[in-house]
Every structure is written in structure tokens, then in C-alpha cells.
């Protein structure tokens, strides 16, 4: 979307939520989520490895393309980064850290163990 008015981002997140069951989306450089307020089989280990070392703009919206880019950034040229998560009570805003959080303890860690991973990630929640 170049041009970013209401009901243009209202029918985009139509679109992509109630049509295709898709909860990321982009508004400009922004990566929108909506809490689908379930377990979605988005999150696993294999999706992790579809957006390692990927390029953002081939790879469908995910919590995982901006954490990606992050990631090169910070590991490739050095440039610290951040990723601002907002949102209303209840957004999803928590989860969505936690998962970016375990993105890169996976893609970053020395070793995957899954232990060490959700050691993170119960961590981030404290």
C-alpha cells in the first residue's frame, strides 16, 4: 500500500485476515498483526527456516521478516536495531515479542536447543 488512508488499510487487513486467514500484513514499512486469539501453525522451526537468511521482500508478512531483517542488520553490518512493538491491551503485543525473541535465539544461537529457547521465551514474559 503506497497510499495510506483508513478505509484502504481497513479493506487490506479485510483481505488479508477474514479472506485468507492471514494475520501480518504490511502498511508501508510497518508490519500490522491482528490476535487472532489462537494457536496458529505459523510459528514453528520450519517456518523459521523459510525466513532465515531471506530476503523480506520475497517472503510473505511475518514477525519472522522483520526479525530477519534485524538480524542482518545487526549480525552483517553491525548497526544496532530495534523493533517497537505497539498495540492495545490485549494485541498481542507479548506474544509478538516472544516470538521475534525466539526467531533470534534460534537463528543466532550457537546450538538449537529447544531448552535454551524456551528458557527465552519464558523469560521475556517476566
Known amino acids: 500500500m503506497s497510499y ?3 478505509p484502504e488499510v ?8 477474514a479472506d485468507r486467514n492471514c494475520i501480518y500484513t504490511y ?18 522451526n520450519e517456518i523459521v527456516q523459510a ?5 523480506s521482500n520475497n517472503l510473505d508478512p511475518h ?3 522483520v526479525a530477519e531483517e534485524a538480524f542482518k542488520q545487526m549480525s552483517r553490518f553491525e548497526q544496532n536495531q530495534s523493533i517497537i512493538v505497539s ?4 494485541a498481542g503485543k507479548t506474544v509478538s515479542a516472544k516470538y521475534a525473541m525466539r526467531y533470534f535465539a534460534i537463528v543466532g ?5 529447544e531448552t535454551q529457547v524456551r528458557y527465552m521465551e519464558l523469560s521475556a514474559l517476566h
Request: charged content about 15%; some cysteine.
Open 27 to 44: 502498511c508501508g514499512i510497518v508490519l500490522v498483526a491482528i490476535n487472532p486469539y489462537d494457536d496458529l501453525p505459523i510459528y514453528g
Open 51 to 55: 525466513y532465515n537468511g531471506q530476503d
Open 63 to 65: 514477525i519472522y521478516a
Open 4 to 6: 495510506l488512508n483508513e
Open 87 to 90: 498495540g492495545e491491551s490485549g
Open 109 to 113: 544461537g550457537s546450538s538449537h536447543d
Open 10 to 17: 481497513l479493506y487490506n487487513l479485510q483481505v488479508r485476515f
